[in-house]
């Protein structure tokens, strides 16, 4: 392809429907969700997605991006990579889930969840068809079979939103905060079904010395990867020990948790892309001056994310209201976790240098640095300023995280990219944000704040554009 950068961008366009859907559809449960649930029942929902989604980087070993890398090696066969890979992940995962069907009574004891066993066996089950799935999705982004990802993807999501409805205002009980999780559990047992012809055309073979060469490469990364996950999702674990009010820390935790879904959109963009770009960086690392193509790709990252920071905070207003009133409280975060996404996915660019130059060691340290400055601030600070502390423990975990892995880069596998051209963008969203904060606190009515943050956002865009057009050669 003549542009490299088209091929990504099409991909990332393909990707990114069925994550859009995902997300949009999420989104637009949550009025229903903070209208229908209580605080602290939303609480609820939000501890148990927090589990899962620490547990699922633990029961795929990182074995995805094992796959992509052991894939594309010259003298490997891509089908004992996958089979070894899916074999591997089944096994684990069937004692995992087989442990706690036998364990679910004490540990929905423990978390003070009695009569509730059924839903620790839900959660299993869900990770047990994720963890699945996860390696038969790998491979269709191995084989650029976008298209088909995205239908499955979407099949997946629109089954729980189907059973979501149908919890909600069919089934004629007073709604809890199983059903959400229910609905998940519809939606993942569907998918892997869907995935059965795949698995036998995959013809399952096992070879011992295939897997025990990803599982070295891939292990490093999924402990890395770890205290990655753990960084996102900790502080939901530590309002039930540390929040300023130990009776209602389901309710703070809920309020938070709405809030944070009002920054779904950076969330979203970085996701699709991501899913799109980790294959694409491999598959060009060897193609002349792709280290040249790949610190344009973060130039191009930085400046579509300080778009999406504007428009977020510039109609929150309007986007405010999908919240129920309860939960409107804590919108004040919002643009704190929007900048800790806009820098968790400069992250991902940055620290691609471990994954293509091998040292994934090196991963385990930027992490448990990232998820050590968590910890700290949120022990230290929520029992004070509740989530508050969560919101900022996140954008100082991320920014020390993207120093350090973008220092022991520069040094290991150098990438040129422009700091000064991205610190400008940095610089255009910082003056244009300065005057959507003033704008909310002195333009009176809601329509002229909507029209002046219209502006302020169309003159950031039009500055970006002035800087890309320079951008690079590689795009000509």
């Not at 609820?44 to 074995?63: D, H, K, N, S």
């Not at 976790?337 to 991902?348: D, E, K, T």
Request: charged letters at 15%; hydrophobic letters at 55%.
């Amino acid at each position: 392809m003549a542009n490299p950068l088209k091929q990504l961008a099409g991909e990332t366009a393909i990707y990114g429907f069925s994550s859009i859907l995902a997300r949009v559809l999420n989104f637009l449960f949550v009025p229903i969700y903070t209208r229908m649930l209580t605080q602290a029942q939303y609480g609820v929902v939000t501890e148990f997605m927090a589990y899962i989604a620490i547990l699922q980087v633990v029961l795929v070993l990182g074995l995805e991006t094992g796959c992509f890398r052991f894939a594309n090696k010259e003298g490997e066969d891509p089908r004992k990579v996958y089979s070894g890979a899916l074999l591997t992940v089944f096994g684990l995962n069937l004692a995992f889930l087989a442990a706690m069907v036998a364990f679910s009574e004490p540990i929905s004891s423990a978390l003070g969840y009695e009569g509730y066993r059924s839903l620790i066996m839900y959660v299993a089950a869900i990770l047990f068809c994720d963890s699945i799935t996860a390696i038969l999705f790998a491979k269709l982004r191995q084989e650029h079979k976008a298209v088909k990802f995205a239908v499955l993807k979407t099949v997946k999501i629109l089954t729980e939103t189907g059973a979501n409805l149908v919890l909600f205002f069919v089934w004629p009980a007073q709604p809890d905060f199983t059903y959400p999780i229910i609905a998940i559990f519809i939606s993942c047992v569907l998918c892997l079904l869907l995935f059965v012809p795949d698995i036998f055309r995959l013809k399952l073979t096992w070879d011992s010395s295939v897997v025990r060469r990803m599982l070295l490469y891939s292990l490093p990364l999924m402990v890395a990867a770890l205290p990655g996950v753990a960084n996102d999702f900790l502080d939901r674990v530590l309002f039930r020990y540390f929040d300023t009010s130990s009776e209602a820390w389901r309710a703070s935790l809920g309020v938070y948790q709405a809030a944070v879904k009002l920054a779904v959109i950076m969330n979203l963009f970085i996701q699709m892309f991501r899913y799109a770009a980790e294959p694409f960086f491999f598959q060009r690392a060897k193609d002349k001056g792709s280290k040249e193509l790949y610190a344009v790709v973060m130039e191009y990252f930085t400046a579509f994310c300080g778009l999406v920071f504007l428009g977020v905070v510039g109609y929150i207003d309007v986007i405010s209201l999908f919240l129920g009133r309860d939960f409107r409280v804590g919108v004040g975060v919002v643009p704190i976790m929007l900048l800790s996404y806009m820098l968790l996915g400069m992250l991902f660019n940055v620290s691609m240098w471990y994954k293509l130059s091998g040292k994934t060691n090196m991963a385990i340290w930027i992490t448990l640095a990232g998820l050590a400055v968590t910890t700290v601030v949120n022990v230290v600070f929520m029992p004070r300023f509740s989530y508050w502390a969560s919101a900022f423990g996140h954008l100082a975990s991320y920014l020390v995280m993207f120093i350090l892995s973008a220092c022991l880069g520069a040094k290991y596998y150098p990438i040129p990219y422009k700091w000064k051209r991205i610190l400008l963008y940095f610089v255009f969203m910082g003056v244009c944000y300065a005057g959507i904060a003033l704008s909310l606190g002195h333009v009176g009515p809601i329509w002229g704040r909507l029209v002046v943050n219209t502006g302020l956002i169309g003159l950031y865009g039009a500055a970006s554009w002035m800087l890309l057009r320079n951008c690079s050669p590689v795009l000509r």
